[in-house]
């Protein structure tokens, strides 16, 4: 693989040399995300491979061109998992592209983010320089955490060549809870009170059903731990739920666990777009923020922390009005299938204050000085 490696360390220098911008690219399952695509594509796929796995250490270092479903399958065969659950949003995602996106799954109010599970990263700056931070035990951070600080910079900080994960054994025993007719208030205050219990709830997510006549609410909730900690805790909460007039129903694992996948990759049926013009926002609020005013259905996740809705790019500026007052931010998620560009105008992400501006913009410079991986992706150039 070092011929691999030094192929992708030379065309940074020579883009840096050539004051190019490079757009770096895995399986490309991702490219819907972003404010812009600018840039020659630099494929990582060339770069592949599992380094090293040591399952009782429960550490793995993976190259980042592997595809994310073949590091999934080796930890499967062990036991093992990514506890963070991340969306694929496609065959090819990447481990590279995994890392950069940062994006977490079902689980992730509970068990941790992407960021959370990275001990080390290798990776290749704006000058063509391949550094390493980190390494494969927790104890090995001192001072600023660097490899952290990669997952969620969207390939915008540099290229991400290899990174170490903290993987954990799968949970001995899981079970998925349905309880329906529990309007939106009512299931976050459960989800609050169960919050501050000691629970195993690894889980969540509440809809309202408009196909449905009347429409029906739902909450979905999942548990994982030592089997007797399951059976105690599913007794208590669907007790809790039926004491409220909720009905309550054990789904098949194997189902539950197709929906629960299917919740990640956003292929539920409420992510089909209602209609040509919405968009796909994400809130990012606290847990315990309260139903939210909004004359738009919402799919909730991590015990109220994340809310899905489609709306128009035009109501950019009250979503993130509220969201903000409750201490969150709004990202456009998913552009219009008719208005990609137009819709973005109102900025994919929540623009940043002046502190974090600064910020942003020295971070850029000492990992990216001749602006290399400055595509926008992030935020307008």
């Known amino acids: 693989m070092e011929a691999q490696l030094n192929t992708l360390v030379d065309a940074v220098?020579?883009?840096?040399?050539?004051?190019?911008?490079?757009?770096?690219?895995?399986?490309?399952?991702?490219?819907?995300?972003?404010?812009?695509?600018?840039?020659?594509?630099?494929?990582?796929?060339?770069?592949?491979?599992?380094v090293s796995y040591e399952p009782s250490e429960l550490v793995v270092t993976v190259r980042c061109g592997t595809p994310l479903a073949e590091l999934e399958a080796a930890l499967?065969?062990?036991?093992?998992?990514?506890?963070?659950?991340?969306?694929h949003f496609g065959e090819v995602a990447t481990v590279g592209g995994m890392v950069a996106a940062g994006l977490s799954g079902p689980a992730r109010a509970t068990a941790g983010a992407v960021r959370d599970y990275v001990l080390g990263a290798r990776f290749i700056n704006g000058l063509g320089e391949h550094l390493t931070f980190g390494g494969q035990v927790m104890k090995n951070v001192a001072?600023?955490?660097?490899?952290?600080?990669?997952?969620?910079?969207?390939?915008?900080?540099?290229?991400?060549?290899?990174?170490?994960?903290?993987?954990?054994?799968?949970a001995p025993a899981e079970a998925t809870l349905m309880i329906a007719g529990l309007a939106q208030g009512y299931a976050l205050d459960l989800l609050h009170r169960w919050g501050g219990q000691p629970l195993p709830l690894n889980a969540s997510a509440w809809v309202r059903d408009t196909t449905a006549q009347p429409a029906a609410d739902y909450l979905f909730v999942r548990l994982?731990?030592?089997?007797?900690?399951?059976?105690?805790?599913?007794?208590?909460?669907?007790?809790?739920?039926?004491?409220?007039?909720a009905q309550v129903q054990a789904m098949d694992n194997l189902e539950a666990a197709q929906d629960w996948r299917a919740s990640a990759e956003q292929s539920l049926e409420f992510f089909d777009a209602p209609n040509p013009e919405a968009c796909l926002w994400r809130l990012s609020v606290p847990q315990t923020a309260p139903v939210l005013d909004l004359p738009y259905a919402t799919y909730i996740e991590w015990q109220g922390a994340q809310r899905w809705l489609w709306a128009p790019a035009t109501a950019a500026v009250p979503l993130r009005e509220l969201a903000q007052s409750l201490g969150g931010h709004a990202t456009l998620f998913r552009a219009s299938a008719t208005h990609v560009e137009l819709d973005k105008v109102v900025g994919v992400n929540t623009p940043l204050d002046t502190v974090?501006?600064?910020?942003?913009?020295?971070?850029?410079?000492?990992?990216?000085?001749?602006?290399?991986?400055?595509?926008?992706?992030?935020?307008?150039?």
């Open 143 to 170: 001072g600023y955490d660097v490899s952290r600080l990669m997952a969620g910079s969207w390939g915008t900080l540099g290229l991400i060549t290899e990174v170490s994960l903290k993987v954990l054994p799968v």
């Open 13 to 50: 220098r020579q883009a840096a040399a050539d004051g190019r911008t490079l757009r770096l690219r895995g399986g490309g399952s991702k490219d819907f995300w972003g404010q812009s695509l600018t840039g020659e594509v630099l494929d990582t796929r060339v770069y592949r491979g599992i």
């Open 356 to 381: 974090q501006d600064r910020i942003q913009q020295q971070l850029q410079k000492q990992f990216d000085p001749k602006g290399v991986f400055a595509t926008g992706r992030m935020h307008p150039l």
């Open 224 to 245: 994982r731990g030592a089997v007797a900690a399951v059976q105690s805790a599913t007794g208590k909460m669907a007790a809790d739920a039926v004491a409220l007039g």
């Open 76 to 87: 499967a065969e062990k036991g093992q998992c990514l506890a963070f659950e991340p969306p």
